[in-house]
């Protein structure tokens, strides 16, 4: 892996090759019903705690169900609270340690966020389809992505490109302190939000719109995390990037890799190749 200073505007796709306050009428403020204390408080405990021994905020087995609209009980034995934690014993044997990030993805059940057809492959370190072309992206590499932009340090302000079902937001909001979300296809948009609401996570604010804008009216942000891949980094979402802020994002077109963007002043970033990965492409505008 190489390091590179580089000035702006940062073309990743050379790269590749060679390998506060929210608008009103843009966005909206989800408040959803799970204990959010609770949850928090597991996550920091996982300080003190290895991950099996974290206590859980709400019991897999009990958690409801969102679809259509409605909350019902899920009631299938293959979702059960030690799969859940095998799931997360899985992604740190393949190499992540961060154990606020370990603890915060055992405490969201990922199968509240797929069909309830798919909840018998909830807990599988694989993506999984949510519709429109897109997917859940698979437990490693929202873990992995998080760590990475977390780099052990305090999250105050993060920006997701790409909300998708709502699943890496809710992970997000047991280690930052303010979760922006942006996604530009409005059925995912809407299904997100019905998702998230029956959970209490006051601190995500969902936005619909096209991500590759960013939101520059709540930035700089210490963070960005993007969900979809496109050739390089837009030149938006660079500018919004705080001094010292990281920005994790795919990259390239066939063959993708995960980047790593530190801005270190304020016309100048470096770059990291980090690994490959594989996700849906990134698009402008809104559908």
């Excluded at 608008?23 to 949850?39: G, H, N």
């Excluded at 014993?89 to 340690?97: F, L, P, S």
């Excluded at 604010?205 to 837009?234: S, T």
Aim: include cysteine; glycine fraction near 8%.
């Amino acid at each position: 892996m190489t390091e590179k200073d580089r000035k702006f505007p940062l073309l990743l796709s050379s790269i590749v090759n060679k390998s506060s306050r929210l608008d009103a009428q843009t966005s909206c403020l989800v408040r959803t019903e799970m204990p959010q204390t609770a949850m928090r408080n597991a996550v920091k405990n996982a300080r003190l705690q290895s991950v099996s021994t974290v206590t859980l905020a709400m019991p897999l087995e009990n958690a409801p169900r969102v679809k259509a609209g409605k909350v019902v009980q899920e009631t299938s034995g293959l979702v059960s609270i030690g799969i859940r934690r095998a799931m997360v014993a899985r992604v740190a044997r393949q190499g992540v340690t961060d154990s606020m990030v370990l603890a915060a993805v055992e405490a969201i059940p990922r199968h509240l966020f797929i069909e309830s057809g798919l909840a018998s492959q909830a807990y599988i370190d694989a993506s999984l389809p949510i519709g429109h072309h897109q997917t859940i992206s698979q437990p490693y590499i929202v873990a992995r992505m998080i760590e990475i932009m977390r780099n052990g340090g305090e999250l105050r302000r993060v920006l997701e490109i790409g909300t998708g079902c709502g699943y890496q937001a809710a992970v997000l909001s047991l280690v930052a302190k303010d979760v922006y979300s942006i996604e530009r296809i409005k059925a995912l948009h809407e299904l997100a939000k019905s998702n998230l609401r029956p959970m209490r996570i006051a601190n995500i604010r969902l936005h619909y719109g096209d991500g590759m804008l960013g939101l520059p009216q709540v930035a700089p942000f210490d963070g960005i995390i993007l969900a979809a891949a496109g050739l390089e980094v837009p030149q938006a979402l660079l500018e919004q990037l705080s001094i010292g802020g990281r920005l994790i994002a795919p990259v390239g077109g066939g063959h993708q890799v995960l980047q790593l963007i530190e801005r270190i002043a304020k016309n100048e970033w470096k770059s990291s190749i980090l690994e490959k990965c594989h996700f849906v492409p990134l698009r402008q505008g809104v559908i």
